[in-house]
């Protein structure tokens, strides 16, 4: 299969954006893209925002933060205490959290969420992230639910193993209050990515699946 690399000017590092609604989203939805963007040798500077992050899963968030992040060449992550569920009602308030992001250096690649997800707080973070970055590279990851709504992606990111399971790990051990949610689980999240490993094409047989809406090929 065709594969395209993401590139940033020789003299600086890539920039990362990673969006989500909650503590958990973005290490499921793009945790091992993640792990592999910081196994290269390249400096990798990542933004990681959660909208609805109470204080014990903050904690929580930091610790995965520093998990997936320990290779970065910088990172920050910046954290609000939205209203879970309800983030359609607080959308001009979650809107206005958004504009201070828009002055930080401009990414290279943002990931949020899929603006077809069936969870409402997903939706209005996805809708604003098009919003407020119009002109670049957004890949929105998926995130397994009891509402179900997985579409095929349009977009992989080839992982090895090793990922896969790193990412498994660091999953459980960072987020305890999680555990014992049905879809916390480390076979749901195996599954998706072998699934989506078969749907790549990819050799090592795992992946991560994205929806890429614009990509312009220079």
Known sequence: MLELQLSSTPRRPLRVLCLGAH???????????????????RPVEVVWVSFSAPAQRAHELQASARRFLR?????????????????????????????????????????????ADRHQDHRIVAELTWNAFRGHLVLQYE?????????????????????????IKA?????????????????????LMRLRGVEAGCESGWAEGFHAEKICIA
Request: hydrophobic share 35%; charged share 25%; with cysteine.
């Open 143 to 167: 995130v397994p639910k009891y509402e179900g709504g997985l579409d095929t992606p349009n977009a992989y990111v080839a992982l090895e193993r090793r990922q896969v399971e790193a990412k």
């Open 23 to 41: 503590c958990d989203d973005i290490d499921i939805g793009c945790g091992g893209t993640l792990l592999k963007l910081l196994s290269a040798p």
């Open 71 to 115: 290779n970065a060449s910088e990172w920050r992550v910046i954290t609000h205490q939205f209203r879970d569920t309800y983030f359609p009602a607080q959308y001009a308030d979650i809107k206005a959290a958004f504009e201070p992001l828009k002055q930080l250096p401009s990414p290279d690649v943002v990931f949020t969420h899929h603006r």
């Open 171 to 191: 999953l459980h051990a960072s987020y305890a209050s999680q555990r014992s949610k049905r879809w916390f689980d480390a076979d749901v999240f195996r599954g």
